[in-house]
């Protein structure tokens, strides 16, 4: 019998999609499965259901029995993942781009609003039962319409966050590594170098892959260019940022605040300083997680894992070339 294990529980109807194709079992906790149980199963199985929060590195990777064929990533991230060494393997590996871009845009916009207006410090002082009588000066933040935003990562969801951009008059900024020219026109956006972007934005979002390009991009020496009173939102990966460089940023003033729905590690370490500032707003990576997007996620996790068990393309796959690889072994 086919064999998949799911380390998540999903919406019953992503599940009953694929209970036709094999035996499933579901991890039963909300936290991920240790490694050590990982390594425990995968010698068993055909397939996974992945979630961005479990470990599959090369030793995972290794410990796959021969029937091994598919990773199935219920995220459009996959950093999680040794992708070498799943190709290497013929081990087909899927993800969920596309159905959750507006969400994680959202989200990232939601974030942009509540830091720039201080909603969430607002809010606190409120819930303590103080309410500053009206005041010229009383919790005044920053002015979005019309100021001008720097995305970092031009793909969907950063397509995405532009399109909202446009509706406050933004001047909208982008770098990537591949310009845009048609988009350019189509957005209204402009290409920057890094530096230009950083010098120039008043609101710097992160909307790249995790990568060794990517790693800690933001770091002491690129904060030292932002325009000062910028704010930084990431709903990418943590990773992207160095927490303790991000802090002396923020203490110091150079950055009036940031808005991050990820951070590195996750969780964020309880003793963080930066869960003391009030000019942070830090939520525990929900940017796709609205549950029409969860369920549209789940389900597209199930079809490229059906595709993968069946040896066929993907829906969506990081490493297609894994499956002529597969057919060779
Ligand atoms: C992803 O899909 O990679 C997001 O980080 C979570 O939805």
Same mark, same amino acid.
Request: charged letters at 20%; glycine letters at 8%; hydrophobic letters at 45%.
């Given at each position: 019998?086919?064999?998949?294990?799911?380390?998540?529980?999903?919406?019953?109807?992503?599940?009953?999609?694929?209970?036709?194709?094999?035996?499933?079992?579901?991890?039963?906790?909300?936290?991920?499965?240790?490694?050590?149980?990982?390594?425990?199963?995968?010698?068993?199985?055909?397939?996974?259901?992945?979630?961005?929060?479990?470990?599959?590195?090369?030793?995972?990777?290794?410990?796959?029995?021969?029937?091994?064929?598919?990773?199935?990533?219920?995220?459009?991230?996959?950093?999680?993942?040794?992708?070498?060494?799943?190709?290497?393997?013929?081990?087909?590996?899927?993800?969920?781009?596309?159905?959750?871009?507006?969400?994680?845009?959202?989200?990232?916009?939601?974030?942009?609003?509540?830091?720039?207006?201080?909603?969430?410090?607002?809010?606190?002082?409120?819930?303590?039962?103080?309410?500053?009588?009206?005041?010229?000066?009383?919790?005044?933040?920053?002015?979005?319409?019309?100021?001008?935003?720097?995305?970092?990562?031009?793909?969907?969801?950063?397509?995405?966050?532009?399109?909202?951009?446009?509706?406050?008059?933004?001047?909208?900024?982008?770098?990537?590594?591949?310009?845009?020219?048609?988009?350019?026109?189509?957005?209204?956006?402009?290409?920057?170098?890094?530096?230009?972007?950083?010098?120039?934005?008043?609101?710097?979002?992160?909307?790249?892959?995790?990568?060794?390009?990517?790693?800690?991009?933001?770091?002491?020496?690129? $904060?030292?260019?932002?325009?000062?009173? %910028?704010? &930084?939102?990431?709903?990418?990966?943590?990773?992207? @940022?160095?927490? #303790? !460089? *991000?802090?002396?940023?923020?203490?110091?003033?150079?950055?009036?605040?940031?808005?991050?729905?990820?951070?590195?590690?996750?969780?964020?370490?309880?003793?963080?300083?930066?869960?003391?500032?009030?000019?942070?707003?830090?939520?525990?990576?929900?940017?796709?997680?609205?549950?029409?997007?969860?369920?549209?996620?789940?389900? $597209?996790?199930?079809?490229?894992?059906? %595709?993968? &068990?069946?040896?066929?393309?993907?829906?969506?796959? @990081?490493?297609? #070339? !894994? *499956?002529?690889?597969?057919?060779?072994?």
């Amino acid at each position: 019998m086919t064999k998949v294990w799911i380390t998540r529980a999903l919406p019953p109807e992503a599940l009953d999609a694929l209970k036709p194709y094999c035996e499933v079992e579901v991890w039963p906790l909300e936290t991920p499965p240790p490694k050590s149980e990982i390594l425990r199963r995968i010698g068993d199985l055909d397939a996974m259901l992945t979630m961005l929060t479990d470990p599959i590195d090369a030793e995972v990777i290794a410990a796959a029995g021969p029937r091994f064929r598919a990773i199935s990533q219920m995220a459009v991230g996959y950093d999680n993942i040794h992708i070498p060494a799943a190709t290497q393997r013929g081990i087909a590996v899927g993800h969920t781009p596309g159905v959750l871009t507006e969400t994680t845009a959202d989200m990232a916009w939601a974030l942009l609003m509540a830091v720039a207006r201080r909603v969430v410090e607002a809010h606190q002082e409120v819930q303590k039962g103080i309410w500053r009588p009206w005041g010229p000066f009383v919790l005044c933040g920053q002015e979005v319409y019309g100021a001008t935003l720097g995305i970092i990562g031009f793909g969907r969801i950063g397509q995405a966050v532009a399109r909202r951009a446009a509706g406050f008059s933004m001047r909208i900024l982008y770098h990537d590594p591949d310009r845009h020219p048609e988009l350019e026109a189509q957005l209204g956006v402009q290409y920057a170098s890094l530096d230009d972007l950083l010098s120039s934005a008043d609101f710097i979002s992160l909307h790249a892959y995790l990568s060794e390009s990517t790693r800690r991009m933001i770091n002491s020496e690129t $904060l030292g260019k932002v325009k000062p009173g %910028a704010i &930084l939102i990431n709903t990418a990966r943590g990773g992207m @940022v160095d927490q #303790e !460089a *991000l802090y002396h940023s923020l203490k110091e003033g150079r950055l009036a605040g940031a808005g991050l729905d990820v951070t590195d590690p996750e969780p964020i370490d309880p003793s963080s300083p930066l869960l003391n500032l009030p000019n942070v707003i830090i939520t525990p990576h929900i940017a796709s997680a609205s549950t029409v997007t969860r369920q549209k996620m789940a389900l $597209l996790a199930v079809q490229n894992l059906i %595709a993968g &068990l069946k040896g066929e393309p993907m829906p969506h796959c @990081v490493n297609p #070339e !894994a *499956l002529t690889r597969g057919q060779a072994a």
